[in-house]
């Protein structure tokens, strides 16, 4: 089962990396500490000294294993050199093909490579160049979403896919509780991955209206209309607020670009603009018009009612589907339901 653990974790809890910065050195040390996979969210740009200091950082705050996410969209070579030389657990690439080369260049330097993908056939295609494990992001996760298949559907056909070659399936989208983390194993998956339910913790560094949303917001929308064109062709799920219901059915040509500056941030040390449809959501350290900035949140969003602590979520998760699988699906308890 995968709460028992998977890649020698001691549990089968990935948190996924949160841009653009909202997944710092705290959050994971805090998901590390309690048996899970945290997950640091590397610059969108070169960065590399930048990079080698969240490692620094982070290990800093624990001697637990890690990883670094990389979107392979944007300029990124310099800074997976450091992550290799830094030897970080886990290197986690997000859309884009993973190149064979980087595969065999991680594993030289003792890294284990996740992607993450939306279909089958960007499953068969890290299979084939030796993916360590895979992340299956169904269309119900929050942010940037690759795919169109639902989980309950997508997850099966990976896990088929992979066949017993030991390739763990780690399942992502609209996941938040225990009961979630089951229907996964039940699919198949081996582990689950978590966006939304970990950027409403208290070590995240989301901002605190961002984050009281999350926990008063009910209802996700797939959408287009932010950052297009900073990331073109990039579709999100997001948080449905008074602002999104207002832009929602903006053309197709009206972008950001052209768009008032509504804010300020810091982001990974650099100060910078946030424009009206810009697809950044606002950090700890954003100001203006918070409650018209892009908030990205999964389907399962209205199951999150308060702020955790990280280690808290994680706890709740393997308890809670320990406790479910014993005694709601238990051998004995099935076999009483049946006669």
Same mark, same amino acid.
């Given at each position: ?39 640091l ?20 705050l ?45 594993? #030289? ?57 030991? &390739?763990?399936?780690i ?43 999350? &926990? ?14 900073r ?13 999104y219901?207002?832009?929602?059915s903006?053309?197709? #040509? ?81 076999? #009483?339901?049946?006669?």
């Open positions: 089962m995968g709460w028992k653990g998977i890649m020698g974790l001691e549990h089968g809890i990935v948190q996924a990396p949160l841009g653009p910065d909202v997944s710092g050195p705290e959050l994971v040390a805090a998901v590390a500490d309690a048996g899970g996979l945290g997950l969210r590397a610059p969108d740009w070169e960065c590399p000294e930048y990079t080698r200091g969240l490692i620094k950082k982070t290990r800093s624990t001697h637990k294993p890690f990883g670094i996410g990389v979107v392979l969209a944007f300029p990124h070579e310099e800074n997976v050199k450091v992550i290799l030389d830094e030897k970080v657990a886990f290197l986690e690439l997000y859309w884009g093909e993973v190149p064979e080369e980087l595969v065999h260049r991680a594993h #030289d330097a003792g890294v284990k490579v996740i992607p993450q993908v939306g279909s089958v056939e960007e499953a068969r295609k890290a299979i084939e160049v030796g993916v360590d494990a895979i992340i299956v992001q169904g269309r119900e996760a929050g942010g940037h979403v690759i795919g169109q298949d639902a989980l309950i559907t997508l997850v099966p056909r990976v896990v088929d896919l992979v066949g017993d070659q030991d &390739i763990p399936v399942a992502a989208g609209g996941i938040v509780d225990a009961r979630g983390y089951v229907a996964a194993l039940a699919l198949g998956a081996q582990g689950v991955c978590l966006g939304t339910r970990f950027l409403a913790t208290e070590e995240s560094n989301a901002h605190p209206d961002y984050k009281k949303q999350l &926990i008063e917001g009910e209802n996700t929308e797939y959408t287009d209309i932010f950052g297009r064109a990331w073109p062709e990039a579709p999100q799920r997001v948080l449905v607020t008074p602002f219901i207002e832009c929602k903006l053309p197709d #040509d009206v972008t950001e670009a052209n768009q008032p500056v509504i804010g300020h941030t810091v982001i990974h040390g650099v100060e910078k603009e946030i424009r009206r449809l810009a697809g950044t959501v606002p950090n700890k350290t954003a100001e203006g018009e918070i409650e018209s900035m892009v908030m990205y949140a999964g389907q399962g969003v209205g199951l999150i009612k308060e702020i955790l602590p990280a280690a808290e979520v994680v706890k709740r998760l393997v308890e809670g589907a320990q406790l479910l699988i014993e005694q709601k699906f238990s051998r004995p308890q099935l076999l #009483d339901k049946s006669v």
